[in-house]
């Protein structure tokens, strides 16, 4: 590319024009959806798969299955990108105002720190960013499990993760990592009574997935805090609210607290989620200095400048926080309101997806669901054979969806 070819490049990718182009898409994205409902409610004909435009994906495809978040990322978050992107060549100091955007909404108190001297040389604070949340569950098993081993006490239909990286521990390197799974309530909860009393002098690590996933489920804040005070302080509690923003309670019943009240307590999140940035990879933890020193010795680097701007913004636009959350509400209670017509079990769900038992083997229908571009899941095959798990989708999407499993269940039927 010559020097006039490259002008021209830039200039066609200004801030504002990026910025219109990105916006003007994801109206159009959304115009077309509710214009598709409307001319499904007007004339009576079911929806198709041909209709769908789902944002962050190709036309024709509904992708229900990965957890993401169907309305797509704040407008702030894309143009905080654009403001950036032509910097990137400069190493960023952006995570300053990243954690400045986290204190104010978790309402945590910062460190009073010298404008004088660099972020990195500022006094350490309670968070800890990260390159997704997975980044954050990688290190605590590398500083928990790696070295020396230990327990995973975990729910039996917990996320998992660290219990996976304990198994690996111990099945390729054969460290000394014992994992144990707490059965839960008959509602698929966590039991927290029955957590307890699985921790021993040798237990590392108790793991809480609130809302849990693939349940659903929620615990309160208050019963947390009971299970925190009663088991052994040197057991680090771990507590992934990757999904806790989709609660439906306000305020939400975050842990965050109870990881400032507690040294062996760290809170996890994630902006995959609720702020729609999965392929940025962005993270945070909140901690002791105790927990966080022991993570440090593992870390290779925090998130990248784009994806810092971008989460800031995110964090600050309340108004389309709240959106992604009443959109996954609307779907969760259009499902439920056809699961019952249907005669069909499922788990009601704090997260943004919802376990249904379609009454025969999972894995043949959503093969079959997949030849029809329409992707869910199936979870914990060994337990929930026939089971499938769907992600929240918009209003359009849904009704896709609901529309192609009726077929696929009536022919296997």
């Known amino acids: 590319m010559n ?6 490049f830039q200039k066609g990718l200004t801030r504002r024009g990026f910025m219109k182009g990105a916006i003007a898409a994801g109206a159009a994205v959304t115009l077309s959806d509710k214009l598709a409902m409307a001319t499904k409610m007007i004339s009576g004909k079911a929806p198709t798969i041909e209709a769908v435009r789902g944002v962050g994906v190709d036309p024709g495809l509904v992708r ?3 957890n993401e978040n169907p309305l797509g990322p704040s407008p702030r978050a894309v143009e905080a990108i654009a403001d950036r992107m032509f910097g990137v060549n400069r190493y960023g100091t952006e995570l300053g105002d990243l954690m400045q955007a986290l204190s104010e909404f978790d309402e945590v108190e910062l460190p009073k720190r010298d404008p004088n001297r660099s972020f990195f040389r500022s006094p350490p604070g309670p968070f800890i960013l990260s390159s997704g949340s997975s980044q954050i569950l ?3 098993s590398l500083a928990y499990l790696s070295r ?5 006490v975990e729910a039996e239909f917990g996320y998992g993760q660290l219990s996976r990286a304990g198994s690996f521990y111990k099945e390729i ?5 014992n994992v144990i799974k707490a059965t839960m309530t008959k509602g698929y909860k966590h039991d927290l009574d029955v957590m307890a009393d699985l921790i021993t002098e040798k237990t590392s690590l108790a793991v809480i997935t609130n809302p849990n996933n693939p349940t659903g489920t929620l615990l309160q804040t208050e019963e947390m805090d009971q299970f925190i005070a009663k ?3 040197s057991v680090v509690v771990v507590i992934d609210e990757a999904y806790l923003h989709f609660a439906e309670q306000d305020p939400i019943p975050s842990a965050i607290p109870l990881a400032l009240k507690y040294d062996n307590v760290i809170v996890v999140r994630t902006f995959s989620k609720a702020y729609a940035m999965a392929a940025l990879r962005l993270g945070y933890g909140v901690a002791s200095q105790k927990i966080q020193t022991e993570l440090r010795k593992y870390s290779t680097g925090g998130p990248n400048v784009l994806a810092s701007v971008a989460g800031a913004a995110a964090v600050r636009d309340l ?3 709240q959106k992604s959350r009443e959109v996954v509400w609307q779907f969760k209670h259009r499902l439920y309101e056809e699961f019952d017509k249907m005669g069909l079990e499922y788990i009601p769900s704090q997260g943004t997806f919802i376990m249904v038992n379609i ?3 999972a894995r043949a229908v959503v093969t079959e669901m997949r030849k029809r571009k329409v992707s869910v899941s199936s979870r914990r095959q060994d337990e929930f054979k026939n089971w499938i798990r769907i992600s929240a989708g918009t209003d359009y999407e849904t009704e896709v969806f609901l529309k192609t499993l009726k077929d696929v269940l009536s022919k296997a039927s």
Do not use: A, K, T, Y
């Open 359 to 361: 009454n025969r083997p």
């Open 3 to 8: 020097n006039s070819d490259n002008e021209s």
């Open 148 to 152: 020396e081993g230990g327990e995973v």
């Open 231 to 233: 088991i052994p302080s």
């Open 64 to 66: 229900m299955s990965l």
């Open 138 to 140: 990688g290190l605590l």
């Open 319 to 321: 108004d389309h926080l």
């Open 173 to 177: 390197f054969g460290v000394d990592v």
